[in-house]
T-cell receptor, first 111, second 114 residues
Framework: EAQVTQNPRYLITVTGKKLTVTCSQN?????MSWYRQDPGLGLRQIYY???????DKGDVPEGYKVSRKEKRNFPLILESPSPNQTSLYFC??????????FGSGTRLTVV | LAKTTQPISMDSYEGQEVNITCSHN???????ITWYQQFPSQGPRFIIQ???TKVTNEVASLFIPADRKSSTLSLPRVSLSDTAVYYC???????????????FGSGTRLSIRP
């Protein structure tokens, strides 16, 4: 079954404590992306990756890092989380013609 | 970048056909048009994708005029479970277009009443 797996589903952390949200896909897609979703602001793209070792900034990359060492994995790293990064995060993968498949989401709270 | 504009909200009734139009005036040559459905606290779900003319699948139809500056998602005979936010996206995941960012607009909140 085609899947995008995000972990964890829920996370509460404190300001400044580094964290990583993992994302893995089993569809062999080259394109992967991270979004955050906040009430009234819709889905905003953080980073995307066209292929292994190829990443680029989306609309709201500040405060985030990503890496793409393998095709299937695209972790999102918050080196020093702040309360304004409290949000619902989605990882997605896809290819032209197939559209996106999204993960189940990670609800992050930074206190 | 190809930005999209959709109505903020729409209301309809069960059994009706619903048409949601999206404007994307600066769509690039290699961009596809894709529509997604999202329920609260869930990731968006792919509905339909097209490049030009008309595309139909088991849940919806997508109409794209020749100039590709707009598109219309058509949902036949909606039910209460179709209440959701619908997003129109334009973009290209293959990297051939400069608009490799896939930008979500604000979406259309569709409410279906009995």
């Amino acid at each position: 079954e085609a899947q995008v797996t995000q972990n964890p589903r829920y996370l509460i952390t404190v300001t400044g404590k580094k964290l990583t949200v993992t994302c893995s896909q089993n569809m062999n897609h080259e394109y992967m992306s991270w979004y955050r979703q906040d009430p009234g602001l819709g889905l905003r793209q953080i980073y995307y990756s066209m292929n292994v070792e190829v990443t680029d900034k989306g609309d709201v990359p500040e405060g985030y890092k990503v890496s793409r060492k393998e095709k299937r994995n695209f972790p999102l790293i918050l080196e020093s989380p702040s309360p304004n990064q409290t949000s619902l995060y989605f990882c997605a993968t896809g290819r032209t013609g197939d559209g996106y498949t999204f993960g189940s989401g990670t609800r992050l709270t930074v206190v | 970048l190809a930005k999209t504009t959709q109505p903020i909200s729409m209301d309809s009734y069960e059994g009706q056909e619903v048409n949601i139009t999206c404007s994307h005036n600066n769509i690039a040559t290699n961009d596809y048009i894709t529509w997604y459905q999202q329920f609260p606290s869930q990731g968006p779900r792919f509905i339909i994708q097209g490049y030009k003319t008309k595309v139909t699948n088991e849940v919806a139809s997508l109409f794209i005029p020749a100039d590709r500056k707009s598109s219309t998602l058509s949902l036949p005979r909606v039910s209460l479970s179709d209440t959701a936010v619908y997003y129109c996206l334009v973009g290209d995941m293959e990297g051939y277009s400069s608009a490799s960012k896939i930008i979500f607009g604000s979406g259309t909140r569709l409410s279906i009443r009995p």
